[in-house]
């Protein structure tokens, strides 16, 4: 059976960490989705329309055409991405895509045995946030079937860049943008 990946991200703002994943996750499966969403738990720098802007300057930047902006897949609940998901695609494999910073967190998020069993769970590491055996063995308690993925991501932090963005960790079509629209304190006057 066919598989997609599916990553959701703040996208507050897109970095060359998330270009690279998403790169990455290209050389592992035949089709990803992407889409910028807003997380219950966070506070974000930028409204998710132009988030999700900025999430498809990106995907256009990477220019491949087995990688898609779905931003119907938007939902602060992941079990509502599943299921919208499944609906889109309803004869190939979901793959949910977090990052091994989230993967701790997901036994307290909505519905998460629900949405674990009808998906596969993917986890990206993340420089600094080391997986022990004890949150893989809770995740799969809940049903989730993990695949570790062995990729290299440079380490870049969209909240560090939001209170001090760096050029060269963001993505040049995503600079931009951030340049016209005058967020996270730039503007065009500096540049």
Known sequence: MQQIALLGTSADPPTCGHQALLISLLSLYPQVATWASDNPQKQHGAHLALRAQLLQALVEEINDPRLQQDQTLSHPFTISTIDQAARRWPDTELVF??????????????????????????????????????VLEDLKQLGARIDLLDLRVPA???????????????????????????LYGLSTSLH
């Open 97 to 134: 895509v977090v990052g091994s910073d989230l993967a701790a967190l997901i036994p307290g998020w909505k519905s998460s045995a629900q949405w674990l069993n009808r998906c596969r769970l993917a986890i990206a590491p993340r420089q600094g946030w080391l997986l022990n055996n004890q």
């Open 156 to 182: 870049s932090a969209s909240s560090a860049l939001r209170q001090f963005p760096q050029q060269q960790q963001i993505p040049a079509a995503v600079w931009t943008l951030l340049l016209q629209h005058n």
